[in-house]
């Protein structure tokens, strides 16, 4: 995530990459978009060594999506 979009995750925001990721291992779903919301901007760097230690980072099968929604009830159900 930090090669291409140079943000930094907290481990709690990566679990729905990491959910979408697993979830199309383990049903073989290929060459369809997978969306996954993330969150989480305040890391601690003095985690970062060990999270980048176990990233898979550079496998360039990731891309970022970016929107702004209002503080609305059932803003995010009402995208799709």
């Known amino acids: 995530m930090f090669e291409g979009t140079r943000s930094i995750l907290k481990p709690a925001g990566t679990v729905s990459i990491a959910g979408a990721k697993a979830y199309c291992k383990y049903n073989n779903i290929k060459g369809v978009n997978i969306v996954a919301v993330r969150s989480g901007a305040n ?4 985690q970062l060594g060990s999270i980048a230690d ?27």
């Open 43 to 46: 890391m601690n760097f003095d």
């Open 54 to 80: 176990n990233a898979d980072s550079g496998n360039q099968t990731e891309a970022t999506f970016a929107t702004i929604l209002p503080e609305k009830p059932r803003r995010l159900k009402n995208i799709f």
